[in-house]
């Protein structure tokens, strides 16, 4: 009778062992299930976030070459701008010289300082006492050289006028130039800016796909040793 109550007991205590085992399997078993179901969704919410890092990559990717082709666009026809201008310059500069009322002004000053020294000759000639019919005649050229005299320094003042007209002009396209020429490179500095913004943001993208990827190839690997 005692050894049968003890081995009641034993079997009592084994049953009792064999629940708790069996108990803390299910549990484990839960708990694996539960954490199963975490690493996947995880790993789901990671190759989607892969996915969007990816399709922002290229976004910037095209943005950058897009904003990098306008830029080397701006750069050529700021250069082709500047170097136009410079040669529209130094044309200038080398025609100014030639121009035809240039030309012609040093011409009629020339010709008003010649009668200017005729007329001072005649006065001396006037001065000197010289015959009634030459004095008539000398005052009738002199009147005659007035004329012409009054007649080139309102043309020369014509043509002085025109030269400052021309150099305000001249002047003003230059103002626009130099304007035009610091919009183009305040543009080109944004640009630039802008690129390398944008480089930079692409760079933290793709490193952060590359840390997603890798924490998603990890979380596969995880799966795939729980699935075995």
Request: hydrophobic share 35%; glycine share 4%.
């Amino acid at each position: 009778m005692f050894t049968s109550n003890a081995q009641l007991r034993d079997l009592e205590i084994q049953r009792d062992s064999v629940v708790a085992e069996r108990k803390a399997v299910e549990r484990q078993r839960y708990f694996s299930e539960e954490a199963l179901a975490a690493a996947r969704g995880h790993c789901e919410d990671l190759e989607a976030q892969i996915a969007a890092s990816h399709g922002e990559n290229v976004k910037l990717t095209q943005e950058v070459e897009a904003l990098q082709e306008d830029s080397e666009t701006k750069v050529l026809g700021n250069r082709a701008y500047s170097e136009k201008m410079a040669a529209h310059r130094k044309r200038f500069e080398e025609a100014e010289s030639k121009l035809p009322f240039v030309v012609e002004l040093a011409r009629k000053r020339a010709t008003v300082q010649q009668l200017m020294e005729k007329k001072e000759e005649l006065l001396a000639s006037l001065q000197e006492g010289e015959e009634e019919a030459t004095v008539g005649q000398v005052q009738d050229e002199i009147s005659c050289l007035q004329s012409e005299m009054t007649v080139l320094k309102e043309a020369v003042g014509e043509k002085e006028n025109a030269v400052r007209d021309e150099k305000s002009r001249q002047a003003t396209l230059q103002k626009e130039i130099e304007l035009q020429r610091k919009r183009s490179e305040a543009v080109l500095k944004r640009l630039r800016c802008q690129v390398n913004n944008l480089e930079l943001e692409r760079r933290q993208w793709r490193l952060k796909m590359q840390h997603l990827e890798g924490e998603a190839e990890e979380l596969r690997k995880r799966l795939q040793a729980t699935d075995e």
